[in-house]
């Protein structure tokens, strides 16, 4: 884990020195990253698990949410 993150730190690193100006995709945000699950296993793998992450986490979020709801807090 700490490797991908140095090596990730060091590609960005790069990229930022290089100073070349990034072309922005055409289509929308949803149709470019469904493209680039379809063509970057690495990046299809790391989406599944955060989304498997992030769907913990919203369950959690709503159970929490229907507490605070129960005992008067209007804040979520």
Do not use: Q
């Not at 970057?40 to 989406?47: L, R, V, W």
Request: aromatic share 8%.
């Amino acid at each position: 884990m700490i490797l991908l993150e140095k090596e990730n730190i060091l590609r960005t690193l790069e990229e930022i020195s290089a100073n070349k100006p990034l072309e922005l995709p055409a289509e929308s945000v949803g149709v470019w990253e469904a493209g680039l699950k379809a063509t970057d296993a690495g990046y299809a793998k790391a989406e599944a698990a955060a989304a498997k992450k992030t769907g913990a986490f919203g369950c959690a979020r709503e159970a929490g949410f229907g507490i605070a709801a129960g005992v008067g807090f209007g804040i979520f």
